[in-house]
């Protein structure tokens, strides 16, 4: 199996910044635009801000992947952002969403979630590194994040999304055991 060291930084970044423009331009029509870090600066822990008290929470999806590369990839959208996807991709009314409750805006987090990281495995595959992917899940809340274990890299890669911020983060196994 090919250790992580062969998988380039620049192929991670390529392929997460082809994947999520991808994805919210085919299925939304929206437009997006990677957020470069300024140079000198690491991209920002926790990958979102501070939330202020009585916001709303967070989705996050999460997909993984495993075989000749292993990982998993977090997508972080600001819970208004996700009904706002949600009723674009359903082609459903801000009423028709509320009633049908929340678990359609987790199911749909969770589908573009899935597409992302499917495009983004496409092309680690393309490249060589074969691999699946894991059944998505689905993470609400404010206040909390992810952290990685020491056997793993992570990088954070910020989009601007038709005007909201959509966060990609990636977590990539570095040993073999």
Known sequence: MPALQEISDSLIRDQIARAVPEVFKTMLGYSVALIEPREGHAAPWPPLPPVPSGALPHIVGTVGFLGD?????????????????????????????????????????GELTNMIVGVFKNGLCDSGFACKL??????????????????????????DVSGHRVVADILMKTDET
């Open 134 to 159: 894991t059944i998505p899940s689905i993470l609400r809340g404010t206040h909390f994040c992810v952290t990685s274990t020491g056997s793993s890299r992570r990088f954070i890669y910020s989009f």
């Open 69 to 109: 590369a292993n990982g998993l990839i977090y997508i972080y959208f600001e819970e208004s952002f996700a009904a706002e996807c949600t009723a674009s991709l359903l082609g459903m009314t801000a009423g028709e969403l509320t009633a049908a409750g929340p678990e359609t805006i987790y199911d749909a987090v």
